[in-house]
């Protein structure tokens, strides 16, 4: 009996004096309620973000401008390269314009998506790639890079606020 004392007073004693475990009830923060709510709303924004970026590639390779504008938000800014911020969606459509205008295809992809604890705003990060029409045999292709702020909106879709792209490769002399 005395054997069994011991060993169940010694168990709280390594607990409480194991390196990186002050307190027993500190060792079991994996199991506390609001961490594991917040690790899944963290989870389920990272997701819908990257669904929503994937979506809105799909759309503005298929459906072109419209498609594209269709996934900012209504006080959305964009800040292209080498031009001023365009803030709201008709200063972000007559920006991007000559993009679609001059460009055969628009595509991007999400390398990095990251949202808050909140789960209602997070960022996209990826690369992008437009092919430009050319009457020549070989298009120019602009590789690039961007960030994305995504915003959870009232009706629970997501929106991005703000957008940022570049290009990987300096503009050509003269342009």
Not at 88 to 93: F, K, Q, V
Request: glycine share 6%; hydrophobic share 40%; with cysteine.
């Amino acid at each position: 009996m005395k054997r069994v004392f011991r060993i169940a007073l010694s168990i709280p004693c390594i607990a409480v004096f194991s390196p990186g475990c002050v307190f027993v009830h500190k060792c079991d923060r994996h199991h506390d309620p609001a961490e594991v709510e917040s690790a899944r709303r963290v989870a389920a924004a990272e997701s819908a973000i990257r669904a929503a970026d994937e979506a809105w590639a799909k759309a503005a390779e298929t459906k072109g401008l419209e498609g594209f504008m269709s996934f900012y938000a209504p006080d959305a800014r964009a800040l292209p390269p080498n031009e001023p911020i365009a803030v709201g969606l008709d200063a972000i459509r007559k920006s991007v314009k000559p993009m679609f205008d001059a460009s055969s295809r628009v595509t991007w992809r999400p390398t990095q998506v990251v949202a808050a604890r909140s789960g209602e705003i997070g960022y996209a990060q990826g690369t992008y790639e437009i092919t430009m029409k050319d009457p020549s045999a070989k298009p120019p292709i602009e590789r690039g890079k961007y960030l994305e702020i995504w915003k959870k909106q009232p009706d629970n879709t997501w929106k991005c606020t703000e957008d940022m792209f570049s290009p990987d490769a300096p503009p050509a002399a003269g342009k």
